[in-house]
């Protein structure tokens, strides 16, 4: 039964990565994960503003809170028990800066991406 939804980027190599590490990891199939450049996206999920999906990694639980940023990353991890590695992240006086740091990486994922992996962008990137 899914717990949590991700709504990550399909079209950046990084996350992808990380999409296919967590998939992996959800041995419950607690997780779905939901490429927002998907062609039916926006007729599947029409509260989720892609344009804010594509600047900051947005997340839903079963019970339809909405979360964003690193509280989807913390909720992943923590949904196929490695939440502690991160963990720290969450806690008071670290949070700020973290969520500060993880904007910047938002903002520039694709440049980090092709420092990284050789690839800015793919077109067809799946986690499968």
């Not at 899914?2 to 990550?8: D, E, R, S, V």
């Not at 419950?28 to 450049?37: A, C, D, L, T, V």
């Not at 940023?69 to 028990?81: F, I, P, Q, S």
């Not at 994922?109 to 800015?120: A, E, P, V």
Request: aromatic fraction near 10%; hydrophobic fraction near 40%; include cysteine.
């Amino acid at each position: 039964m899914t717990q949590l939804i991700i709504f990550y980027d399909g079209g950046c190599p990084l996350c992808v990565k990380e999409m296919r590490h967590l998939k992996k990891l959800d041995e419950r199939n607690h997780i779905q994960f939901e490429n927002i450049n998907e062609a039916d996206f926006a007729e599947r999920f029409p509260h989720v503003n892609v344009d804010d999906a594509n600047a900051y990694l947005h997340g839903q639980f079963a019970d339809g809170r909405m979360i964003y940023g690193l509280d989807v990353t913390h909720a992943a991890w923590r949904e196929v028990g490695k939440g502690w590695l991160i963990a720290p992240l969450r806690w008071p006086g670290i949070r700020w800066l973290a969520d500060k740091v993880y904007l910047g990486f938002a903002r520039h994922r694709n440049r980090i991406s092709r420092l990284l992996t050789g690839q800015s962008r793919c077109s067809q990137c799946r986690i499968d």
